[in-house]
């Protein structure tokens, strides 16, 4: 059960999720559909599998209440994004590290990007500072809800944030940000605790862009 965070939120953060055509409890439903996923993990299981059913629901409801809205479904290279209606503006799911929603910390992702996310970072290359500017509006920019779990004793804690990277190349981990919009944690009762040091691995289809 989630057990707090609305009321952290600020007229700051609304404002900046609104640029992007975004609310708050478009990045809720997405997260809360990954932690009752990786709830549902069985307990002999691949030691992945809630990591996996994580990112798979988060990724599929995200997309599910965005489209709602007039968003569309985007499977470039199977890339599992989803694009605002009028923006060229795209967002996916990403793993981040501790540092995932403290504002000035340096945020990386848990793993190395593969050729299709790396591709589509290319186009936040120019206008890293504007998010909406027209001589560039048939590129995408590339956002991502990022997402960090944590047991903290019974609970589990998923820290949270919406970027824009810089353009990372294939093969490297994502640590440079444009734009970083951090929120505050989102906090769940009791859950069980996840298995492996390091928490829950996620995912980067690696895809060979068509020519």
């Not at 059960?1 to 404002?15: C, K």
């Not at 997260?31 to 307990?43: F, K």
């Not at 590290?97 to 186009?123: C, E, F």
Request: hydrophobic share 40%.
């Amino acid at each position: 059960m989630r057990m707090s965070n609305a009321t952290e939120l600020t007229a700051e953060h609304h404002a900046q999720l609104a640029e992007l055509g975004l609310r708050v409890d478009h990045l809720d439903e997405a997260i809360w559909a990954g932690v009752d996923a990786r709830a549902s993990a069985p307990p002999l299981g691949p030691t992945n599998g809630a990591g996996l059913l994580d990112w798979i629901h988060r990724v599929g409801r995200l997309r599910e209440v965005l489209v709602a809205e007039g968003w569309t479904r985007v499977d470039k290279w199977n890339a599992g994004l989803v694009q605002h209606p009028s923006r060229p503006v795209v967002l996916g799911t990403l793993q981040g590290n501790r540092h995932t929603g403290t504002p000035g910390a340096p945020l990386r992702s848990d793993y190395a990007k593969g050729p299709a996310i790396a591709a589509l970072m290319r186009g936040n290359d120019r206008d890293q500072f504007t998010l909406f500017d027209s001589l560039h509006a048939h590129e995408w920019k590339l956002w991502f809800l990022v997402t960090y779990p944590r047991q903290e004793g019974e609970r589990l804690v998923v820290l949270r944030e919406v970027a824009q990277p810089e353009p990372t190349p294939q093969g490297q981990v994502v640590d440079r940000w444009a734009h970083r919009i951090t929120l505050p944690p989102l906090v769940f009762g009791p859950l069980p605790a996840p298995r492996g040091e390091h928490g829950p691995e996620n995912v980067d289809v690696t895809v060979t862009p068509r020519r």
